[in-house]
């Protein structure tokens, strides 16, 4: 039976007080085995709580053993296209690098929405939104514009994960192992926000199981680093990059720290380098490069 290691004032004073815990430490474990099923989780738990903070009512989400993807148990978030009334908060607090993942399953009939908020505070800010269609389509994104489409099976459970690094700005998302993007990301790790709220179309129903919180390195450095090897210079940059790679071709963006994407263009000839002309304003942007399915991304400093 998965517990919370920590009670969460005192993780995060913990963290505020002495830095991160040591490396792939979970800071918190989450598979509802030890609630009672039918219960509340937000009155049960020492750590989840709703958006308004009203526990314990219809606004809670419910422990159930209507589906698991561990033992027996989940939690059960549902509403109405109007929204609501499940309200489900996992208050986080984290302000280094931290992996959250967790299992999330929608039935046929069903679709789910949920958010990541960038303060402990609900309504301060809203980092990005993931839908999960009745279509069996998951959206991303941010500022209500959608930023990335993947396919995810309905009726069985899937793998979301977030790389979250409020020090270099940056979030990647994941979706059963499947890269998404990687965004921008400031502040704390807030919160995770779950709502019943479902795609606008059909009513939110979803199961969330197997919740874990576990440090992680620098997003910025890309997880994938090693396998493309990616390099360029000169940085700082004038009018052109001679980008080189491990790999032979592949597909590279250059984005502005908002997300907002610059320059795209697909590159032939990587292992001997491949230079790319730049117009680009001065300020600092990030290269990403993808190729056989991995992906990586670097800084890039423009000084015209």
Do not use: C
Request: glycine residues 10%; proline residues 3%; charged residues 15%.
């Amino acid at each position: 039976m998965k517990q919370f290691l920590l009670p969460y004032a005192f993780l995060t004073s913990a963290l505020l007080l002495f830095g991160s815990v040591s490396a792939q430490t979970p800071l918190l474990e989450e598979d509802f085995e030890s609630y009672e099923n039918g219960s509340y989780i937000g009155a049960s738990s020492s750590v989840w709580s709703t958006w308004s903070g009203t526990t314990g009512t219809d606004e809670d989400g419910i422990v159930t053993d209507e589906q698991a993807n561990s033992g027996t148990q989940s939690l059960k978030i549902f509403g109405s296209m109007a929204g609501g009334p499940m309200d489900v908060y996992l208050p986080i607090g984290l302000a280094t690098a931290y992996e959250v993942s967790f299992q999330i399953y929608v039935p046929t009939g069903g679709s789910a929405y949920f958010n990541i908020q960038e303060d402990l505070a609900v309504q301060v800010g809203w980092a990005f939104d993931m839908v999960f269609g009745s279509n069996g389509q998951a959206t991303l994104s941010i500022d209500q514009v959608d930023n990335a489409f993947a396919a995810y099976s309905m009726d069985a459970w899937n793998e979301v994960k977030f790389l979250m690094d409020p020090v270099n700005d940056r979030a990647e998302i994941y979706l059963n192992g499947e890269y998404m993007n990687n965004i921008p990301f400031e502040a704390v790790i807030g919160g995770v926000n779950f709502y019943g709220f479902g795609d606008g179309v059909v009513a939110g129903l979803y199961y969330i199981d197997d919740l874990v919180v576990v440090e992680t390195d620098d997003v910025l450095n890309g997880v994938l680093e090693a396998d493309l090897n990616l390099t360029f210079g000169p940085n700082p940059a004038n009018n052109y990059i001679q980008l080189s790679s491990n790999s032979s071709e592949g597909y590279v963006r250059i984005m502005a720290l908002n997300g907002q994407v610059a320059m795209e263009l697909e590159v032939t000839n990587l292992n001997g380098g491949q230079r790319i002309e730049l117009d680009l304003e001065n300020g600092i942007y990030l290269v990403e490069l993808t190729s056989n399915g991995n992906h990586t991304m670097r800084k890039l400093v423009v000084n015209r």
